[in-house]
């Protein structure tokens, strides 16, 4: 493929598309380019005709093989690795998975060679925690393998940026919390995700009370007892329907922004001994990877620039301040425990900062 539409921002929703099929996507920087072919989909057969010479594994993911000094693994970059003679998926797999850590304790020596391409590397990162896939990658330095889709560090940026989204639906949704409910639906052109507002009360001049609530399959719809999602986000629409009007944006970022098959992995991991930091950082991602700048331009579309935050977390305050909303007031939301989640619950207050 030529690279003439690597910088139009529909390069990168395709390039998303190909990687999650499995197939090898090329991402341009400032300094250069990178084939690249996802680690969790390559087969053997597929990696003879792309020819590896490396792999590319995040900074966090790095940092659990001890392949970053202690001042860089406060603030990972990308790392790559030799490959050495041993270049089959089996060995790129034993390298990104984390699950698979017992049963392969002896990985190493490894070696590790300059990246040349740092925005392109920082990049492609980026472009599989939106297609929820590892953060790892095989890299051939063969300008002739083949990809199957061109993107560009730009394109990846703009890919994800808030003020892309627009609203496209609003309907009245009376539901069991209230039946004066109005449903407010936004999407991007690019990103497939759609995340929605449920408004319920009389708006008036006060400033509302709002939830920002990540979607969680498995605590929203299924009822897992792991986390404690589905009954604060029950617990959040009653508390908003007692006041005087109040907002809950539920938003499409499964996982804290990791998606949900990566979730899953975290869960075996935690079923390992990990808690929920670790397990994220092992896999290869940021402790929090969601974007709250998201709820921000959601809050802005509907002419909202003040709320009263329902949240047990103030890192959500700063973040959502940070981002120009002013938070008048932090309100608690204080829920049971259960034999499962207890542990969750415990490492987000000692490690993540909850008031629980």
């Known amino acids: ?44 057969a597929v990696l003879a005709g792309f020819s590896p010479d490396a792999l590319l594994i995040s900074g966090e993911r790095a940092a659990t093989l ?20 041993d270049r089959t998926a089996a060995r790129g797999m034993a390298i990104a998975d984390p699950a698979l850590d017992l049963a392969n304790p002896m990985k190493g020596p490894f070696r590790t060679d300059p990246l040349g391409v740092e925005d392109a590397a920082a990049a492609a990162i980026v472009l599989a925690r939106h297609a929820g896939v590892l953060p790892a990658w095989f890299v051939s330095d063969d300008n002739a393998a083949p990809v199957e889709a061109e993107t560009s560090v730009t394109a990846i940026a703009d890919y994800a ?100 098959i990566n979730k899953l992995r975290a869960y075996q991991l935690q079923d390992q001994g990990f808690d929920t930091v670790d397990a994220n950082t092992r896999l290869g991602f940021p402790v929090e990877a969601r974007d709250f700048g998201i709820a921000a331009r959601m809050l802005s579309l509907l002419g909202v620039d003040a709320v009263r935050l329902m949240t047990n977390n103030p890192e959500k305050v700063a973040r959502l301040e940070k981002e120009g909303v002013r938070v008048i007031e932090r309100l608690p939301l204080a829920l049971p425990t259960n034999v499962h989640n207890e542990r969750y619950l415990a490492t987000k207050r000692d490690r993540t900062g909850h008031q629980l």
């Open 161 to 260: 940026d808030p003020l892309r989204l627009t609203i496209a639906a609003r309907a009245r949704l009376p539901v069991e919390a209230s039946e004066s409910g109005e449903l407010v639906a936004y999407r991007s052109r690019e990103d497939p995700r759609e995340h929605v507002a449920l408004i319920l009360g009389q708006r008036d001049s006060s400033p509302p009370v709002v939830r920002l609530h990540s979607e969680c399959l498995t605590g929203d719809v299924l009822g897992s007892l792991k986390c404690d999602c589905g009954p604060q986000l029950h617990a959040a629409l009653h508390d908003i329907a007692g006041a005087p009007w109040g907002i809950l944006l539920y938003l499409r970022q499964e996982g804290r922004g990791i998606g949900l």
């Open 1 to 44: 493929m030529s690279g003439d539409g690597a910088h139009d921002t529909r390069s990168a929703a395709r390039a998303i598309d190909a990687l999650r099929r499995g197939w090898p996507v090329r991402v341009a920087g400032a300094a250069g380019a990178l084939r690249l072919l996802p680690v969790e989909s390559a087969t053997d």
């Open 66 to 85: 001890k392949l970053t000094n202690q001042l860089a693994a406060a603030s990972p970059g990308p790392v790559r690795i030799a490959l050495g003679s």
